[in-house]
């Protein structure tokens, strides 16, 4: 039942133990659900991103569309557009209209660009169509976020998100290994393959479709924008299904963390935007220097070291993406290995350490490169385990962002810092590095490494001096609600 037409305001505050009731929730095929159907976002993104850079070769033949090498990057700039700009829209709209409509709307988005792009005719259709593709993905960055974090159990919150964040590397290593099936022509025509690489990202976001019908919406938004019987009703449906599923009793939570909720219905852009620049400030410094760096630190080195490799190793240009394997690998294996301790540990100690040692590897790893010493298999391990550490740093300020802010500016505020790390990282820190690579020089390349290495290090005294301890707390107790009554 939409929330339209709900009779909710039967009084202008009430109390609730709705947020305690979910986060104590054992876990269960309902979560699971949630991970799949949500998190697939990432694996998406994945898709999307390293399958534009394995065929931009083959877009440039005049038998396909003969793109210039200007006009591949003016598409790219087009995606990232898109996502920036979806972002900030979504991620209003989600925090007005709730999480359930926008996830929804954004897959719509996406599903729609990724299969126009199937179709590309010319540059213009195509720019249009990954304008339109990253709008989408962009818009699932802040709905899908918020949504994750307000129906997963407080205590398994933060292994559950770098998990899922870090699943972007599963999409990227199939996206690779895809290419050597459809960019070879010997098994398709090259004007075929590359529609094919879109068109499967369009089928597996289709296949997700039904199952995110059927995730409800998010509780705690409901309660904050006035809407308490349609959240009692979901939560004791949700709770219902996972004493269904685990066959065990759940014991009502203490009276102590229950919450006095002030009915608002419209919250407006300054009453969000506000607190980000004043109650919020430090947390705000915390999320931009967090997002800033690791935004800046991949973009650097993904997005270069194809040119590294041939240019300084003499590696064949056609075979520079194998070496992006092994760092889909170790991405992907850090969240996975290290994501428990965000909950065990505590955040403040992981998201520094992590910050640190991704660091450390980064200046090491770019000294050696510039005496010389390294080889391409060896720098690439080098890399590879830097990446180890860097993917729960990346992955963690997202889900830092996502924790500490009220709920009702949660996904805006989640657009505005992703739309600040994806300006810095996505633009100039491939035009950086790209100049120092056209320099010829080992030592001005080891000067960005060292830079990238500084912000990173930056990030995690920043992190020392305003990290919240926000392993196994309640979303409201990190930060409360903004319609929480006094």
């Given amino acids: 039942m939409p929330p339209s037409t709900l009779n909710t305001k039967s009084s202008e505050t009430f109390e609730t133990l709705i947020p305690a009731r979910l986060d104590r929730l054992e876990w269960s095929r309902f979560h699971w659900l949630l991970v799949i159907g949500l998190g697939i976002t990432w694996i998406l993104d994945g898709i999307e991103i390293t399958m534009m850079g394995a065929i931009s070769a083959v877009l440039q033949r005049h038998d396909v569309l003969g793109f210039t090498s200007a006009q591949i990057g003016f598409i790219s700039s087009a995606y990232l557009a898109g996502a920036v700009i979806g972002s900030l829209i979504f991620g209003h709209l989600t925090d007005r209209f709730g999480r359930r409509r926008l996830f929804l709307l954004s897959l719509a988005i996406y599903l729609a660009g990724v299969a126009l792009t199937a179709c590309s005719w010319n540059l213009a259709s195509f720019a249009i169509f990954r304008f339109l593709t990253g709008a989408g993905i962009g818009g699932e960055y802040s709905a899908v976020n918020s949504a994750i974090d307000e129906l997963i159990p407080a205590r398994l919150r933060g292994r559950?998100?770098?998990?899922?964040?870090?699943?972007?590397?599963?999409?990227?290593?199939?996206?690779?290994a895809s290419t050597l099936i459809i960019l070879n022509p010997h098994f398709m025509p090259h004007n075929?393959?590359?529609?094919?690489?879109?068109?499967?990202?369009?089928?597996?976001?289709l296949i997700v479709f039904p199952l995110r019908r059927f995730i409800p919406e998010s509780p705690r938004w409901l309660l904050t924008h006035g809407y308490r019987d349609q959240a009692e009703a979901t939560t004791a449906d949700i709770e219902r299904t996972v004493m269904e599923e685990t066959g065990q009793h759940l014991t009502a939570p203490s009276p102590e963390n229950s919450l006095k909720i002030y009915i608002r219905h419209r919250f407006g852009l300054g009453a969000i935007l506000l607190p980000l620049i004043t109650t919020y400030r430090s947390r705000s410094i915390l999320a931009l220097s967090l997002m800033v760096a690791q935004a800046f630190v991949y973009n650097a080195i993904f997005f270069t070291y194809a040119l590294v490799?041939?240019?300084?190793?003499?590696?064949?240009?056609?075979?520079?993406?194998?070496?992006?394997l092994?760092?889909?690998?170790?991405?992907?294996?850090?969240?996975?290995?290290?994501?428990h301790f965000f909950d065990t540990i505590g955040r403040r100690q992981m998201i520094a350490g992590t910050y640190t040692i991704s660091a450390v590897i980064l200046i090491v790893t770019g000294f050696l490169f510039a005496e010389g010493a390294l080889t391409s298999l060896s720098q690439t391990i080098l890399w590879t385990v830097m990446f180890f550490f860097a993917s729960p740093a990346a992955s963690?300020?997202?889900?830092?962002?996502?924790?500490?802010?009220?709920?009702?500016m949660r996904a805006l505020a989640i657009a505005i810092f992703y739309s600040a790390g994806t300006a810095v990282g996505g633009i100039a820190a491939p035009w950086l590095f790209g100049r120092l690579i056209d320099s010829g020089s080992r030592v001005e390349l080891f000067y960005g490494y060292a830079l990238a290495a500084t912000l990173m290090l930056g990030a995690a005294v920043i992190e020392v001096i305003y990290g919240i301890a926000a392993e196994r707390m309640s979303l409201e107790k990190i930060a409360a609600p903004l319609s929480v009554a006094d």
């Fill in 326 to 339: 092994p760092f889909a690998v170790g991405n992907f294996l850090g969240p996975l290995a290290l994501g």
């Fill in 309 to 324: 490799l041939h240019l300084f190793y003499g590696v064949p240009a056609d075979v520079t993406g194998l070496y992006l």
């Fill in 160 to 176: 559950v998100d770098l998990i899922i964040n870090g699943s972007y590397w599963i999409g990227a290593a199939a996206a690779s």
């Fill in 192 to 205: 075929f393959g590359w529609r094919m690489g879109f068109g499967v990202g369009a089928v597996i976001g």
């Fill in 396 to 408: 963690s300020a997202y889900l830092t962002i996502s924790e500490i802010f009220p709920l009702e």
